[in-house]
């Protein structure tokens, strides 16, 4: 298989992992009812492990767990900014 399709699949998963696992925070401004925690954190594991292992096929461990961690470290920062600033511009027309 081609080694774009891994890359490409374990981007999706980490960054679905991640949003699911920034649902499961109290601070969350995604939704307005918070979904049940534990059932996030325990998808969005599964989602990221899933990732790592995508990215093993791929890459060397070192640079796959790199790789996951930066597209945490951009899910976490960015979407929680991005959704302050859009729901900002819907008070402030």
Same mark, same amino acid.
């Given at each position: 298989?081609? &080694?774009?399709? !891994?890359?490409?699949?374990?981007?999706?998963?980490? $960054? *679905?992992?991640?949003?699911? %696992?920034?649902?499961?925070?109290?601070?969350?401004? @995604?939704? *307005?009812?918070?979904?049940?925690?534990? +059932? %996030? +954190?325990?998808?969005?594991? $599964?989602? $990221? %492990?899933?990732?790592?292992?995508?990215?093993?096929?791929?890459?060397?461990?070192?640079?796959?767990? !790199?790789? $996951?961690? &930066? @597209?945490?470290?951009?899910?976490?920062?960015? +979407?929680?900014?991005?959704?302050?600033?859009?729901?900002?511009?819907?008070?402030?027309?």
């Amino acid at each position: 298989m081609s &080694t774009s399709v !891994f890359l490409i699949g374990a981007s999706v998963l980490a $960054v *679905v992992g991640g949003m699911l %696992c920034y649902l499961a925070s109290r601070n969350q401004l @995604l939704l *307005v009812r918070p979904p049940n925690a534990r +059932l %996030c +954190l325990l998808a969005g594991s $599964v989602l $990221v %492990c899933g990732a790592l292992a995508l990215l093993l096929q791929a890459r060397s461990p070192a640079t796959a767990v !790199f790789m $996951v961690v &930066t @597209l945490l470290m951009a899910v976490w920062s960015l +979407l929680p900014l991005g959704l302050a600033l859009a729901r900002n511009r819907k008070k402030n027309p």
